[in-house]
């Protein structure tokens, strides 16, 4: 069994913000893979499905954001998913817009979400990292994340969701590589300019206290 978790803050307010991307991707990939409407259950919202022949779970943790591993520990203790089967979509300050990484185990990097997480979890679950861009600043980054997506962004956003949903059969079944491969052709990210940089003349860095409280 798999578990495919987005990660965002829950309530019309926060529904197009840059922090909701992972909410954004596993919509969509319940809806191409033709999940039943999502349950509200542990804390969240969840489907059952199918994905490459595998029964999957979709879940949005409706915790907020710094809060997403009681929800995501909860269902994946009942459903008894391993870390190793458990994958988490979720916005990413240093990577730029359009980006995507997939890892197995890892560090937080300032993410709350994450954070939350592997204080349930451990480290060893699968990261799928989705690109918004850094304000050039750490001061601005909260302003940055709970800002809804623009137009622009969109030219860039859907490929990007879209290619998700048609690639996810390579994740699940380990090719991480071949995933992120088929992504990058399908949608791939706009031209960026150089990193901004901060005060100090370094590559700016994400702020820890970036969710609503």
Request: charged share 25%.
């Given at each position: 069994?798999?578990?495919?978790?987005?990660?965002?803050?829950p309530?019309?307010?926060y529904a197009?913000?840059?922090?909701?991307i992972g909410?954004?991707?596993?919509?969509h990939?319940?809806?191409?893979?033709?999940?039943?409407?999502?349950?509200?259950?542990?804390?969240?919202q969840l489907?059952?499905?199918e994905?490459?022949?595998e029964?999957?779970?979709?879940?949005?943790?409706?915790?907020?954001?710094?809060?997403?591993g009681?929800?995501?520990?909860?269902?994946?203790r009942f459903?008894?998913?391993p870390p190793?089967r458990?994958?988490v979509?979720y916005?990413?300050?240093?990577?730029?817009?359009?980006?995507?990484r997939?890892?197995?185990d890892g560090?937080?990097?300032?993410h709350?979400g994450i954070?939350s997480?592997?204080?349930?979890l451990?480290?060893?679950?699968?990261?799928?990292?989705?690109?918004?861009?850094?304000p050039?600043?750490?001061?601005?980054?909260?302003?940055?994340?709970?800002?809804?997506?623009t137009?622009?962004d969109?030219?860039?956003?859907?490929?990007?969701i879209?290619a998700?949903a048609e690639?996810?059969?390579?994740?699940v079944?380990?090719?991480?590589?071949?995933?992120?491969?088929?992504?990058?052709r399908?949608?791939?990210?706009?031209?960026?300019?150089?990193?901004?940089k901060?005060?100090e003349?370094?590559t700016p860095?994400?702020?820890a206290?970036q969710?609503?409280?």
């Open positions: 069994m798999l578990l495919l978790v987005g990660l965002g803050n309530g019309r307010d197009g913000n840059r922090h909701n909410f954004m991707a596993l919509d990939l319940a809806t191409a893979h033709g999940f039943p409407p999502f349950r509200e259950k542990f804390q969240g489907s059952e499905g994905v490459a022949g029964k999957a779970l979709a879940f949005k943790p409706m915790t907020y954001m710094n809060e997403s009681r929800a995501v520990g909860e269902a994946a459903f008894k998913v190793d458990i994958f979509f916005d990413e300050l240093d990577l730029a817009p359009g980006k995507l997939v890892r197995l560090g937080a990097a300032g709350k954070r997480i592997a204080s349930h451990g480290p060893d679950f699968w990261r799928i990292r989705l690109g918004i861009g850094h050039g600043h750490r001061d601005k980054v909260t302003g940055h994340v709970l800002k809804d997506f137009k622009v969109k030219a860039w956003l859907d490929p990007l879209d998700i690639s996810l059969h390579l994740l079944a380990g090719e991480d590589e071949g995933f992120m491969t088929k992504v990058a399908l949608a791939p990210p706009p031209a960026q300019e150089s990193p901004a901060d005060e003349g370094g860095s994400r702020k206290d969710d609503p409280d």
